[in-house]
């Protein structure tokens, strides 16, 4: 296999890849019609739950008692999330959780399913 043949093979297994994260749909060859078709990725089973838990939760206006009752928030953290409002004024995004002590990047997508801002 020639250099460029081999940097050309890269690039076509990095798009693949790349396409196959984001469940895209490429043609496999310029000169073949057929066309790959790959897989969406799995929800997170987080977000089936919250389909079963109701409707969700706005951080803008939740009580200590309904912030409680989320996933993983305990009396430290809902008191956490209460203080931060009444510092900070409203939440404009669910990410501003992320400005909580105690609330990481796996907390945050655990509760996404859960929680709004409206």
């Known amino acids: 296999m020639k250099a460029y043949q081999k940097i050309l093979f890269c690039l076509a297994a990095a798009a693949l890849m790349t396409a196959s994260a984001w469940g895209t749909i ?4 310029a000169s073949n019609e057929k066309v790959l078709q790959t897989p969406r ?10 389909d079963e838990w109701g409707p969700k939760l706005d951080l803008n206006s939740a ?9 993983g ?4 953290r809902a008191d956490a999330i209460l203080e931060y409002r009444a ?6 995004g669910v990410e501003e959780l ?3 002590t105690g609330i ?3 907390s945050l997508e655990k509760l996404r399913g859960y929680v709004m801002v409206d």
């Open 41 to 50: 990725p799995v929800q997170a089973k987080a977000s089936a739950a919250a």
């Open 87 to 92: 510092e900070n004024g409203r939440f404009y």
């Open 73 to 76: 928030i305990g009396e430290a």
């Open 104 to 106: 990481g990047e796996k």
């Open 26 to 29: 490429l043609p496999r060859a």
């Open 63 to 71: 009580t200590r008692e309904e912030l409680l009752e989320l996933p």
């Open 98 to 100: 992320l400005n909580i």
